[in-house]
């Protein structure tokens, strides 16, 4: 059983940054895992992928490149999302997300809101 804890969200102006963290707790370390994903979901849209890292591997949506920052401290069992010169587009509830076929496990989310 794992269980993903999120935090770090909160209201920020645009130009500002966050990072987000999320914590596996449980007896599986992350590094098993076949990928560690961040997606978001804003108000009356679809839930969407936004980063992912896979191995030494990382991928972004194109609406973060190069503002966005995944990573992962295999020690502390976390990962994290960087996120620098935020736009009030980024507005948004995220959630983190482990795979480990067959099982996906889901985040609680926290709130990411950023002021123009």
């Known amino acids: 059983q794992v269980q993903l804890v999120e935090s770090g969200g909160g209201l920020v102006q645009a130009g500002g940054s966050l990072r987000l963290s999320c914590a596996a707790s449980?007896?599986?370390?992350?590094?098993?895992?076949?990928?560690m994903r961040w997606y978001r979901q804003a108000p009356g849209k679809q839930r969407e992928l936004v980063a992912s890292?896979?191995?030494?591997?990382?991928n972004y949506a194109d609406s973060v490149k190069g503002r966005f920052t995944i990573s992962r401290d295999n020690a502390k069992n976390t990962v994290y999302l960087q996120m620098d010169s935020l736009k009030p587009e980024d507005t948004a509830v995220y959630y983190c997300?482990?795979?480990?076929?067959?099982?996906?496990?889901w985040g609680q989310g926290t709130q990411v809101t950023v002021s123009s």
């Open positions: 449980g007896s599986i370390s992350i590094s098993t895992f076949n990928a």
């Open positions: 997300n482990a795979l480990r076929v067959p099982l996906n496990y």
């Open positions: 890292i896979t191995g030494g591997n990382t």
